[in-house]
């Protein structure tokens, strides 16, 4: 029999524009998707759970992670802050489902080069910058330092938008979902609804 090979999806924004929400969004909602599990250097936050949001690992564990070539790829996204995609997650989760990516933009980019035509990439596009700092506000779970230095870097991130497939504006969360949504049913990468 041949080997299911699921496609590669991938999320990629400024911090706060919304992926996460999305990703979450569309697990609950249909079957079918699986989560590239990261690894990174930040320590958990709120109700983060070691492994299933993230695979939190010191610094020298991350370092002997690149030195043994585990990632597909990785980024120092915030100064001393370090986040990648660990083969090992994305081989495991394709095996059976297709894979959801949180990543931040220069990621998105380099994933999508490397699967090309089996990925597809959405921008989440957040209505202003002002917004972005509202919601992380709101979110409540970063210091102020985290928030400014995210905003700082939110508008260098919005010019890799063009590089996507897909610009989504998340300013109405719904209409958001519903657009991925009618993209993933074209490209027919669906699902069977969720009981
Ligand atoms: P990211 O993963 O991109 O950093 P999150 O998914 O954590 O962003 O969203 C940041 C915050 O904004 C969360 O508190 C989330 O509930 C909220 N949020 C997400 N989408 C919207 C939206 N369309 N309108 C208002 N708030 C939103
Ligand atoms: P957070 O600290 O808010 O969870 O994530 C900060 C940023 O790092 C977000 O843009 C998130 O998408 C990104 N990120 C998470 N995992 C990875 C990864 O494996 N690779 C890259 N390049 N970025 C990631």
């Known amino acids: 029999m041949e080997q299911f ?8 924004a400024p911090s706060g524009a919304g992926k996460s929400t999305i990703v979450r969004m569309i697990m609950e909602r249909f079957d079918g998707f699986g989560f590239s599990v990261s690894a990174t250097t930040r320590p958990s936050r709120g109700q983060e759970i070691d492994g299933v949001h993230y695979h939190f ?6 370092k002997e992670k690149i030195k ?11 100064e001393g802050r370090f986040y990648g995609t660990l083969k090992s997650e994305v081989n495991r989760v394709r ?12 990621g998105g980019v380099n994933i999508k080069q490397h699967y090309g035509d ?27 330092f985290d928030i400014n230095r995210r905003c700082e870097k939110a508008a260098y991130e919005l010019q ?3 590089l996507f497939d897909h610009i989504i504006l998340n300013d ?17 990468i669906f699902p069977q609804q969720a009981e």
Not at 95 to 106: G, N, P, R, S
Not at 121 to 141: A, M, W, Y
């Open 5 to 12: 090979n699921g496609k590669i999806i991938i999320f990629s």
């Open 57 to 62: 690992i010191t610094p020298e564990v991350f």
């Open 160 to 162: 890799y938008a063009p």
């Open 95 to 106: 095996k059976h489902q297709h894979v959801l990516f949180d990543v931040d933009v220069q």
């Open 68 to 78: 043994n070539g585990e990632f597909l790829e990785w980024e120092e996204v915030y």
């Open 172 to 188: 109405d969360l719904e209409t958001a979902v519903r657009l991925i949504e009618k993209i993933l049913e074209k490209m027919e």
């Open 118 to 144: 089996e990925a597809i990439s959405f921008f989440i596009q957040p209505p202003s910058i002002r917004e972005l700092r509202r919601r992380l506000i709101l979110r409540g779970t970063d210091e102020l």
